[in-house]
């Protein structure tokens, strides 16, 4: 039978917190206070000390730890160190020798460690907002990012920035070698890549940076239409462009088209080696394999187009975005034959990948239940609570995050359209204590929405934390920090009547999310763990739903409900009622199971 050699214990591994903690306790501080303000729940459940006895039974073997190892350091401090631990009375010396000798320094964070085990709380509470927890994560973020990884996470700024890049590189042997290569982005008038046949090690880089040779741009493609065409385009990037200057005015569907777009062209000069206009029918099978199940070495985390790390996949797409992607390719192709670009389609002899057909063809089960809604959105709930428990300076952008939250979980608005709604657009309606703001939603079309008053006052509170006049006209959400990006500054400081612009699509996402996990990790705010891991993983969205939801349970009528969510057919509307009806079986069961158990 083999034996065990292992016969050294496992020494133990401290963290920053863990330091601090211990000389909070060697100076008598409640062990209740160092536990509220030393760890989070996540880090003392990872210790294991759900308990405040456990966490005091730690920090007290710590302490003997410690006392052996400074007592082999520096022999002469053994006597002191083991007085003091027995009449618990620590002297500023006998401290310095227990923290010096016991060599803080030789502990090593860890790539899976807490952020808050080695960071500052402030600093950990910032980077949590952004949905990074470990190190790890920040060592994905900061890659994926560059060098500018710091300016979309508000206060954190290039100092702190500067300062956790010199702290990682320290200890870069136990958290590897950070490569933070230049991100910076270059116009794209020159700077463009050439674009050469290198299976084994292909330039991966998006649209805007291609620079075709002529033996793959599909000037000379077999599929070229023999006739004069409508376009201007002399190859397959310009045919690109010229299709998607289509969609100039649909920002969103305009980006997720070329992505789809760029995805093809790559594969095919890479995959095939041909130029797009070449591709015949038995290439277009190969690509909806490839879609299926895509070169590892071509996917990567979410980053900046211009990035080195930029891939054209984050990952594996799932059925319905690989029918997604077929069905932007075929329109694409449609459309180069209409303009007699190309001779024919090849994508009309392909057919559709196989897709689960959802019960509910949206996700509105991520809607809030209406006691969280009430919760969180009510007079005094978790919104309000979470203003008050903030300090001044922040204050006033949990204000306009609560004004949005209310603007779309009231009215039902798409976040597109909440970002671009006008405040000349919303006006008291005479007679009733309610408000109407006429917006542009999907396929370019008006419609009316109506807000009860608190919609309003938050907004008006909004403004006022802007400065603006009450009348003033603009947009009805405005950022109240700008960040320092080149794009940013030239958006809303640049010139002199910039001030007020709204937010792009992505950014008022971001603010509603990061907000929702700021009133999540609010540990002054009494609710559930339920409710935390709610509000955590919410998406903007789920408040369009939840005001869907809760208006059909309401009473209000299908038609009226169509109008106000901009749906196209009512068919859209009625998975409300369907969704409404599910819940009401599960909350059902739920009573009677309580009743069973009361009654038993």
Known sequence: MAQNIDVASAIPRYTRADFTALRASLNKLPIAFIASNYYTEEDLEALGCETLAGLQDRLDAMRDHLVERASVANPHSAEGLRNARKSARWSQVALKYLFQAAEFSSSQPQRQDALSAWLKPRVARHLRNEGVRTLQDLLT???????????????????????????LTK???????????DTKQVPMTGNLVPITLRPSNPILVPLEGMLLPGELDGSQGLNRAPHFSLIEARNDLEAI???????????????????????????????????????????????????AEPDPTWCGPKTSRWSVRWKPFEGTLSPKSQLYAITVIRAFFAWLVNVRYLGGNPWVAIGNPVTEVALLPMQIDKALPEALWSALAG????????????????KGQLRLAKAALLLIGHSGLRREEAATAKRENLKKIQGHALYELAVLGKRSKWRTVFLPSEVVHALQTHWCDRGDDQEKDGFVLSPLVIPPTTQAIRKH????????KGFSVDGLGRLI?????????????????????????????AFRHTFGTLS???????????????????QTTSIYVQAERQRSIEEMGLLFERQKTKNN
């Open 241 to 291: 462009e010229s299709y998607l200057i289509k969609f100039r005015a649909q920002e969103k569907t305009r980006r997720a088209y070329r992505r789809e777009l760029e995805r093809l062209l790559l594969w095919s000069i890479y995959k095939r080696k041909k130029p797009l206009s070449s591709l015949l029918v038995e290439d277009s099978e190969a690509f909806k394999d490839f879609l």
């Open 379 to 394: 007079t005094d709930g978790y919104l309000d609570q979470a203003i008050r428990n903030a300090e001044a300076k922040h």
């Open 513 to 541: 999310t990061r907000s929702l996990k700021q009133v999540a990790d609010d540990v002054k705010i009494a609710m559930s763990d339920a409710e935390r891991e709610s509000l955590a993983t919410r998406g903007v969205h």
């Open 141 to 167: 973020l900061i890659e994926a990012r560059g060098p500018t990884w710091w300016r979309p996470i508000p206060r954190l700024g290039q100092g702190k920035a500067g300062a956790l890049l010199r702290w």
């Open 552 to 570: 059909v349970a309401k009473g209000l009528p299908l038609d009226v409900l169509q109008r106000v969510l901009g749906h196209a057919s009512l």
């Open 171 to 181: 200890h870069e042997q136990t958290l590897g070698v950070l490569s933070v290569e």
């Open 493 to 500: 400081l640049a010139g002199d009547n910039n001030k007020g």
